[in-house]
């Protein structure tokens, strides 16, 4: 057997054409459930005792449940309720099945990285100690604005790394959103490559694209993980 | 100036203040002694609501509030009259020593940052750390840290300081330079209720002794009276216990 480069070449350019979506889904996702997650981790941090117990009960059930799972069922459920929704209660004459299959894929994503990032964000909480928050409020300054200046700045940093992880974890999950009908790296490589049956060919291109992609997403978190934790450097400043 | 009646507190099925009451008059050096799981931490806890007492009255010059159901606005105002120096230090370990002293000022008490820098330098210089304003508290020795402490405190300009064992994390060699300073404000008039197991510093520094065992203040009266001549058993057995630690004799 022998690999067709030259197939391997042109697809690795059709493929790049996919990386802005999967960096979309990637983004967008941990821009919008990121500061959720945060409030969330909070939330149960601070021991309220309803928020608390329902965003536990809503962390495990989207961890104890395989992503594809999630994916299958509101793919093919969220669609059809909607319509159901617009057409039979609205009473609008509109279809909402020509909506963007990458919509989906932001519902599933979102729901799934806010249980993630909840916990990344409530270990992390837990690390500062307690002590501090207790400095603040001895001084004279609220529990918001001691959280806002001193808790979430320290947490930031040991969340780094876990951060780090599920970022990388997210945009490798997206390839998941062929699923969904969306057109991103793993969905571009599929099509070209049941022309002709160069799976393998086409694989490899989609090995290399996410090795590269991931590499840089480590190398980023890393440089801003240096740039916010400067108090923690022995060096006198 | 300060007077809390009556307090109680219960942790779990555990009573640790049975009803104490405790007078501070301005200028007072309050020192509270008494053996470990006495209440005397958490007493001084419950005078700026780190800790919720179940019962008892604080007055606090005008402010009279019962402790158990102080409104928000009255533990924030009550905790603007009073500095806390905590056993750990609990600096804000992302801030220098610097910006430890300043957020009090700038951020609590809305202080313009100029004057708040000024006033949190002249802090810092009084420790001692006049070398140390842009050092993050990782990078300073313990008894360096619990000075940004006192500092941090100090520069609020309390009415009362709460001291929380304030030596007792550090290693010998150091506690001198924290004593040092808490003298010195003592000196100056500041009013301070200090938990210490420094009986030098007790029998030196105080106007008044607060001993406590069990929740209970046991007795209360000048140094002299309570190193020379308690007047309670329990007294003199923790001070002879204590004392001979400091004493090599067998």
Sequence with gaps: MELNIKFMGETLVKILTGIPTTLEITFFTLLTAGPLAFLF???????????????????????????????????????????????NVLQLDYNIFNWNPVIYAYVVFIINNLAVLTEVFRSALQTVNQGQLEAGLAVGMTKRQTYLRIIIPQAMVAAMPNLCNSTIGLLKSTSLAYMMGVKEITSIARTAAAYGYDYIEAYLDVFFVYLV?????????????????????RLAG | MLEI???????GGNQVLKGVNIKVEKGDVVVILGPSGSGKTTLLRCINFLERADEGSLDFDEIHTELKNAS????????????????????????????????????????????????????LDKVGLAD????????????????????????????????????????????????????????????????????????????????????????????????????????????????????YSI
């Design chain 1, 41 to 87: 981790a909070v939330a149960r941090a601070e021991n309220r005792k309803v928020a608390g117990r329902l965003i536990a009960g809503y962390v495990s059930f989207i961890r104890g449940t395989p992503v594809i799972l999630q994916i299958l069922f509101l793919y093919s459920l969220l669609p059809s309720l909607l319509n159901h929704l617009i057409r």
């Design chain 1, 213 to 233: 992609l991931c590499t840089v997403v480590q190398l980023i978190f890393k440089g801003i993980e240096k740039r916010i934790s400067v108090y923690k450097q």
């Design chain 2, 5 to 11: 009646r009556n307090i109680h507190k219960t942790f």
């Design chain 2, 72 to 123: 928000r606005r009255t533990v924030n105002k009550i905790r603007k009259k009073t500095a806390f120096v905590f056993q750990n230090y609990n600096l804000f370990q992302n801030k220098t020593a610097l910006q430890n002293v300043m957020e009090g000022l700038t951020v609590a008490r809305k202080v313009p940052r100029e004057e708040a820098e000024v006033i949190a330098k002249e802090a």
């Design chain 2, 132 to 247: 140390r304003y842009g050092y993050y508290p990782s990078q300073l020795s313990g008894g360096q840290q619990q000075r940004v402490g006192i500092a941090r405190a100090v520069a609020v300009r309390p009415e009362v300081i709460l001291f929380d064992e304030p030596t007792s994390a550090l290693d010998p060699e150091l506690i001198g330079e924290v004593l040092c300073v808490m003298k010195e404000l003592a000196r100056e008039g500041v009013t301070m209720v200090v938990v210490t197991h420094e009986m030098s510093f007790a029998h030196d520094v105080a106007n008044r002794v607060v001993f406590m065992e069990g929740g209970v203040v046991v007795e209360e009266g000048t140094p002299r009276q309570i190193f020379q001549s308690p007047r309670e058993e329990r007294t003199s057995q923790f001070l002879h216990r204590v004392n001979r630690d400091y004493d």
